[in-house]
């Protein structure tokens, strides 16, 4: 299968923790996407990457979040000191570029803070 | 601004009868419209989109939507439900951003219930 992955698919962690999502886009896609989705709404934007420089940052992205795309593959999103309103499934998109823009989404993280 | 509503929250149909999913827009540009399906428990799957070429736009497993400019709508149809197209189904709206980004503005989304 070559579309977008996430791991892990499920998280379940106690308040305070750390917890950290990784997304590996589709291979070539220099454009990444993370996203959070809460229960009966659509995916909400929280950043985006073109290669290895994070370009946009959403205002919902407080400071306990961080993203980073070291090498232009692969993604992480890390959540520090996690609330429980943070329960959500974190979605990741990649594009291929400029002309091709249509996003291709990956089946998501579901977190759950206790 | 861009915004999209999504008249029903919820759909239900018999399978074999047709699909109707109602989607209005606002957007200051001409847009670009998407719809994306979702099952449980699954990412997201683009259906099809509508970028300013036909108004009638096909997508994947039997589904179409057609921009109406005066209407600013972009409703999703299909003649004959299947049991397997029960799912959440998205309808967005998208613009490019001052970075490059294609930004994209989701619907609340409907949930479409195919009974047997």
């Known amino acids: 299968d070559t579309g977008v992955s996430q791991d892990p698919r499920h998280k379940i962690t106690k308040r305070g923790q750390n917890v950290t999502f990784r997304c590996d886009p589709i291979s070539e896609h220099n454009r990444l996407y993370w996203y959070r989705q809460t229960l009966g709404q659509g995916p909400e934007f929280l950043t985006y990457f073109q290669n290895e420089a994070q370009l946009e940052k959403s205002r919902l992205l407080s400071d306990r979040f961080s993203a980073e795309r070291p090498k232009g593959s692969f993604s992480t999103l890390e959540i520090q000191r996690t609330e429980q309103g943070d329960s959500a499934m974190y979605l990741c998109a990649s594009s291929p570029g400029q002309s091709q823009e249509t996003q291709y989404f990956g089946p998501g993280t579901r977190l759950l803070v206790l | ?116």
Not at chain 2, 42 to 68: C, D, P, R, W
């Open chain 2, 1 to 116: 601004a861009q915004s999209v509503t999504q008249l029903d929250s919820h759909v239900s149909v018999s399978e074999g009868t047709p699909v109707l999913l109602r989607c209005n827009y606002s957007s200051s540009y001409s847009p670009s419209l998407f719809w994306y399906v979702q099952h449980p428990n699954k990412g997201l799957q683009l259906l099809l989109k509508y970028t300013s070429a036909a108004t009638l736009v096909k997508g994947i497993n039997g589904f179409e939507a057609e921009f109406k400019k005066s209407e600013t709508s972009f409703h999703l149809t299909k003649p004959s439900a299947h049991m397997s197209d029960a799912a959440e189904y998205f309808c967005v709206v998208s613009f490019y951003m001052d970075t490059g980004r294609r930004a994209l503005t989701f619907g609340s989304g409907t949930r479409l219930q195919v009974q047997p």
